[in-house]
């Protein structure tokens, strides 16, 4: 039940308590975040330093259905804030 509570998860007390390492904390983490960009890029830079330290070693958290699905939503919201370049406008006559 603890693990349900967003305060819970985000604070160190219970990793320190079950003793977890760092690729156990960032996949609840990252799945449970507040819904903002900042929030989201810090969850995606903790994760950029856990693959990093780990060199693709023991990752097997980050392998399953809701991190995927995470990490596809997260694609796609970046990609649908981009900015369209259109081939052929105006400003590419000058």
């Known amino acids: 039940a603890l ?50 330290q780990h060199n693709g070693e023991d990752l097997f958290r980050l392998c399953n259905v809701a991190v995927a699905i995470e990490l596809t939503g997260i694609a796609r919201s970046e990609a649908s804030e981009a900015i369209p370049v259109r081939v052929g406008s105006q400003q590419d006559a000058r």
Do not use: N, S, Y
Request: with cysteine.
């Open 3 to 52: 693990l349900r509570i967003q305060g819970v998860i985000m604070t160190d007390h219970l990793w320190v308590f079950l003793d977890v390492d760092r690729a156990t904390v960032v996949v609840p983490r990252l799945l449970c975040r507040p819904p903002t960009p900042a929030a989201c890029a810090e969850g995606l830079h903790e994760l950029q330093k856990v693959v990093e």
